[in-house]
């Protein structure tokens, strides 16, 4: 039996995948500078886990665009993507949300929709591409949105952030139910989710 080689795994990888990965590291850079928000309250750590979502779409995008232009794709690299976007697009927004202040019981369960449907929304990618490539190998459209609009999300976040709007002072408020806490403006992430989870037809460009 041969001795396994060192590295053997990351000399597969195409130039596209090393696209990928960096996807993947903007958003656990995110989620970790959400965590350090929570110890520390310093904002500058949230407008960091805002500005890194920007850069892991960027790096999506690069990845297909390297992948086509070099015509070498591979099974590990879809994987890839789909892996990287569930923490990019669906884990850190999640988390960024829950640091700006949306940690009530009912915050929590919208949250837990919205990245079950990312995750949920990808698989479903995975299985029918080939179907809705129609046999040219080109997807036209998307069912459902793609989990990379949660962007938007982040967008929003950063602007309160901007304006100081954290924690009890979040816009739209806090209700309680039942002696726990709600913030209606978690309601965009239930959106989001069940935008994602819809089978709305959504031409791709």
């Not at 960096?22 to 959400?34: D, E, H, K, R």
Request: proline share 4%; glycine share 10%; net charge positive.
């Amino acid at each position: 039996m041969p001795a396994p080689k060192p590295f053997s795994m990351i000399r597969e990888f195409q130039l596209a995948d090393w696209f990928t990965l960096a996807n993947a590291l903007c958003g656990m850079g995110a989620l970790f500078s959400a965590m350090t928000y929570l110890q520390t309250t310093e904002v500058v750590h949230l407008y960091l886990a805002c500005g890194l979502i920007p850069f892991a779409l960027l790096f999506d995008v690069l990845d297909g665009r390297v992948a086509r232009w070099r015509q070498r794709s591979s099974a590990m690299g879809r994987e890839l993507d789909s892996l990287a976007d569930v923490i990019s697009f669906g884990v850190a927004p999640a988390a960024i949300a829950y640091a700006c202040g949306m940690q009530g019981l009912f915050d929590r369960i919208l949250l837990l929709f919205f990245v079950a449907s990312g995750v949920s929304r990808l698989a479903r990618y995975n299985v029918t591409a080939e179907k809705l490539s129609g046999g040219d190998g080109k997807v036209k459209y998307f069912e459902g949105a793609p989990i990379p609009t949660s962007l938007l999300l982040v967008i929003v976040l950063a602007l309160a952030v901007w304006q100081g709007a954290l924690g009890k002072q979040l816009w739209l408020g806090v209700l309680f139910f039942g002696g726990f806490q709600f913030h209606p403006l978690a309601l965009l992430f239930a959106l989001s989710g069940s935008l994602m989870i819809s089978r709305f037809k959504i031409p791709k460009f």
